[in-house]
């Protein structure tokens, strides 16, 4: 069993910084590759970023590369979303997610939640204009 907490969310002006953080419980955390997902008031969650386990390949959605930073620290189960240049279409509830199925690839990745093997609750993120 892996338990995910997120954490870091807020109210930040167009243009400004925050990072998430999430939290992992369990020893195994390194066996899993993380994702951020998001989900905007009315829409469907969407896929963010991911990393694979050993923190060797990163992925973003096109809407956030060069913007969006993911990143992890193995030894301190927890794993990072370092978002810049917010603009308010990025307002949404931002979740972390664990998947062993992706460990190592992410790009088999087919859209599909139940490819994710755990889900946090949520942080909400809000940017302003």
């Known amino acids: 069993q892996v338990q995910l907490v997120e954490s870091g969310g807020g109210l930040v002006q167009a243009g400004g910084s925050l990072r998430l953080s999430c939290a992992a419980s369990?020893?195994?955390?390194?066996?899993?590759?993380m994702g951020w997902f998001r989900q905007a008031p009315g829409k469907e969650r969407e896929f963010v970023t991911a990393?694979?386990?050993?923190?060797?390949?990163?992925y973003y959605v096109d809407s956030v590369k060069g913007r969006f930073t993911i990143s992890r620290d193995n030894a301190k189960n927890m794993v990072y979303l370092q978002m810049n240049s917010l603009k308010p279409e990025d307002t949404a509830v931002y979740y972390c997610?664990?998947?062993?199925?992706?460990?190592?690839?992410?790009?088999?990745?087919?859209?599909?939640?139940?490819?994710?093997?755990?889900w946090g609750k949520g942080t909400l993120v809000t940017v302003s204009s």
């Open positions: 990393i694979t386990r050993e923190g060797a390949r990163t």
């Open positions: 369990g020893r195994t955390f390194s066996r899993y590759a």
């Open positions: 997610a664990a998947t062993i199925k992706l460990a190592s690839d992410w790009s088999r990745y087919t859209g599909s939640s139940s490819m994710m093997d755990y």
